[in-house]
């Protein structure tokens, strides 16, 4: 798989905020670039996203990553620390602070450890051509393995890396999002792309439907491949951003299943969505596909309690697991074992239809373990 | 504890829904009442909360609660059993059928086992006076045990009753709650004050965000003991119901612990409600109460996560456990050692002020634990 972007460099390295694995990394341009950027709404955003916000969104020269430490709830010192951490990265990228993305994910309301910071971040190498492999190991929290997914468009590549929703000493970690392409996409054509992507999938998973204060998912273009083809470069990155949040979706804390909910025959696909993140987000769902039980009065309910939506009526819903229809018609004992055997796989598709119109939207999400609440409440800050 | 109330009697049984154990209760009035009720808004409510919803809710003299099967979704066969349950209770009490409130609790998609429930229905014993003990054991579904709660209030008496959300078989379970009273309240004031309270107390609970098909909650009153004054008796409803709310948050599928959210400072009561509920459903903050842990963090995380609610600014807001502060004061060592013993008591206080105006609303909930985990995912439908 490519790794690499005509036009970044990165670095990566331990600067003390982990024990003895990578907790920073920078990816930089060489020169000019085309970017977009979005960040959590949380009315607890850290300094990282505060600056980031503030800065360029369009023209990013350089992505600085701190995992391990949010950053988040830490006052006056913890925007100066963000600061210096922005300075650090423009020098190295050789731009203007305001050209810098900083993101930060792990503990809230710690300190950085500055001073080793400081030290560690003097003495890391030279930067060398871009290693989104390494990069996507470096902001990692509890994610069980990187992230990376790369797809060809004309003669552009995109590379995406992520990491997901984890616990880290045990606050709230994070989805952070970066994307790299060398295709020439003009700003305001790769800002109106990257949000109606980021619509239909990293606004389109949960874990367990607590919003970070640090979610940060940017794309940066350096052009260096040419123009292409704007549609072929819209599905591919479509393409690369529904699986990176498939992966962080199967990777959720303590999954065992990934869950996608497609929600068909809506007034339109607002409905379709809102119907869909009842269902993927219900804990009663959830467990029961934890449990591979094809539990479709659980699915019921959970279209039932948009009480908002009056123009779903039950008679018109029709419910399926993998294509296996469970409502109206409900299973035969044969049928029945099949969809058993559907649930046990590593991959749960639920189908909704509301059989009103032809809106549709796919949501993605995992199932509820033990496993959530072992790494969740068994570990004490 | 008074568990009777004058102007009322009762019958418990067993009619074939669950073995062995009761699963239909009848309450019905001697005479005229005034009443008032609330249904769930689902849209997959089933014929016993539509026939209820299309009869009276005022001069109710009849309640017919079936636990075992919710009569959910079973299409016209199930409308007819509910009809058929609704005639037998109305028989009973000597009214109209529109007269009667029908409730019904447990398993969505199968219908009742109606030859079996008919045959033993009409070999009932006669009613005696109400014994709202039996009553509240006979609605139960996963409760571990029976919810009664009785105020007095000038020369009358107010008993209410209530089942929690759990699981039976295993489809979620219903929150069921009917207060008895026999003061004399006139209709029009009853159900405002029942609306009133409703809201601080049963619309103020959540076991895990999953809205059931068949919530009901009610309030009927004799007025054998004469008025009361209507303050008085608000209070004291309040009083009941919130009782009773706690008593199904604590007994939530697999709790350990009560939380209760008490959110002060806000714009308004409605802006508390939205963020207290935004913190007693987040996962992340039911899993550190589970896991005793003062994670003021998360609590900050779910108030951030409130993101239409520009006003909320971190500078303004305060956070504490049972009184004692967390943000932006952080705890001592040794505050920190008396935060964990507070977190392992039955119930755990969290305070959030937001520091904007004088709105106040306080919600409740529960841990979510390995037992919820077990109880929803283990069991096959």
Redesign the interface.
């Known amino acids: 798989m490519t790794t690499s972007v005509a036009g970044f460099a990165s670095v990566t390295g331990s600067v003390g905020v982990k024990t003895g694995v990578p907790d920073v990394s920078v990816v930089h341009a060489a020169g000019p670039t085309t970017s977009a950027a979005v960040f959590t ?5 850290g300094p990282s996203v505060r600056l980031s916000r503030e800065g360029e969104t369009d023209g990013l020269r350089a992505v600085v990553v701190v995992s391990g430490n949010a950053n ?2 830490t006052g006056a010192r913890g925007l100066a620390d963000a600061r210096e951490l922005r300075a650090w990265a423009a020098e190295r990228a050789g731009c203007e602070p305001a050209q810098v993305l900083v993101a930060s994910t792990g ?3 710690v300190p950085y450890p500055i001073e080793t910071m400081r030290e560690r971040l003097a003495t890391l190498p030279a930067s060398a051509p871009v290693d989104l492999d390494a990069v996507a190991r470096a902001i990692m929290t509890t994610d069980t393995h990187p992230k990376v997914v790369s797809r060809r468009v004309g003669g552009a590549v995109i590379v995406g890396i992520a990491k997901g929703v984890g616990m880290i000493e ?3 970690a994070t989805m952070l999002s970066f994307v790299y392409t060398d295709a020439e996409v003009p700003a305001a054509e790769l800002d109106r792309v990257f949000r109606s992507v980021v619509e239909r999938t990293y606004n389109a998973v949960s874990v ?6 640090s979610d940060t998912a940017a794309v940066v273009a350096s052009g260096l491949a040419g123009p292409v083809d704007l549609a072929g470069f819209e599905a591919a990155l479509l393409d690369v951003c529904t699986e990176l949040v498939k992966m962080i979706a199967s990777d959720g804390e303590g999954a065992s299943r990934l869950i996608e909910v497609r929600v068909t025959g809506a007034r339109d696909d607002v409905q379709a969505k809102l119907v869909g993140k009842a269902v993927v ?4 769902v959830k ?2 596909v ?9 699915v ?8 908002s ?2 123009d ?3 008679e018109n819903v029709r419910i399926a697991f993998g294509g296996l229809e469970t ?2 018609t ?1 299973p035969t004992p044969e049928r029945r074992s099949e969809l ?1 055997q559907y649930l046990k796989s590593d991959s749960v598709l639920i189908e909704v239809d509301l059989g009103i119109a032809t809106g549709a939207f796919t949501v993605y999400g995992c ?4 496993g ?3 790494i ?6």
């Open positions: 709404r949380s009315r607890f955003a988040v709830a503990v809230i309301g045990p606050n709230m367990d439907t607590d919003t970070s204060t987000n219900s804990p009663l467990t029961a934890h449990g591979a039980d094809p539990n479709w009065g659980r019921a309910m959970a279209v039932g309690k948009c009480e939506e009056t779903i009526h039950e409502f109206p409900l058993e199932d509820l373990t033990d959530y609440i072992r969740n409440a068994d570990y004490t800050t």
